[in-house]
């Protein structure tokens, strides 16, 4: 007589097999279900992001935000009456960390109108306002290119700059003969 040992069956082996079988299949269509909702939360994100930044837009003053041109301008009426739209949109609109608008000028992009109040409020260390006609030295290339040509665009990926990681739309601002005066950028963090 043969004495049995621990080696599985036949059929116990295959019900091994079906079950990693299984296993993987049901492990790989999660995967899938989770990159398709991913992509389209991410494009969820993007649109809404395009179209706050849209609306935005329209609340600056395209003839107003033209004439700021000089630092001494922040003082004004003037800049007060061209920021107070956009701080309110931002008091607002807790999703949002920054909006503000930019021109280029020489090649170089600069602030105009920063709705973030002046001071440090996340403690980093660093203004968060920044001031009008300040350079913007870690400019994104979709900002860049939406300054340059006027096409709407959020950007493909987060970028980081001295303010943290991103992802900004970056709209057109026209004055009321529909020239292209500058840019409104909306930012909001990667980890909202």
């Given at each position: ?148 040509d006027g096409v709407a665009r959020v950007t493909a990926e987060p970028y980081s700059d001295g303010w943290g990681?991103?992802i900004s739309a970056f709209v057109p601002l026209r004055d009321s003969q529909r020239r292209q005066i500058g840019i409104l950028g909306a930012d909001i963090t990667l980890a909202r």
């Amino acid at each position: 007589r043969r004495r049995r040992g621990l080696v599985p069956s036949r059929p116990v082996l295959e019900g091994l097999g079906a079950g990693a079988v299984l296993l993987a299949t049901a492990m790989l269509s999660i995967a899938a279900v989770f990159r398709t909702a991913s992509r389209a939360f991410d494009e969820e994100v993007r649109a809404g992001l395009m179209n706050f930044a849209h609306a935005a837009a329209a609340l600056v003053d395209g003839d107003l935000h033209r004439r700021l041109v000089s630092p001494e301008q922040e003082a004004t009426q003037a800049y007060a009456a061209a920021i107070e739209p956009l701080r309110k949109v931002l008091d607002q609109a807790s999703d949002l960390r920054f909006v503000y608008t930019v021109v280029l000028v020489q090649d170089q992009v600069h602030f105009v109108l920063d709705a973030t109040p002046p001071g440090d409020a996340d403690g980093d260390g660093v203004e968060d306002h920044s001031a009008l006609m300040e350079p913007y030295e870690d400019a994104d290339p979709e900002m860049l290119a939406t300054l340059r040509d006027g096409v709407a665009r959020v950007t493909a990926e987060p970028y980081s700059d001295g303010w943290g990681t991103f992802i900004s739309a970056f709209v057109p601002l026209r004055d009321s003969q529909r020239r292209q005066i500058g840019i409104l950028g909306a930012d909001i963090t990667l980890a909202r």
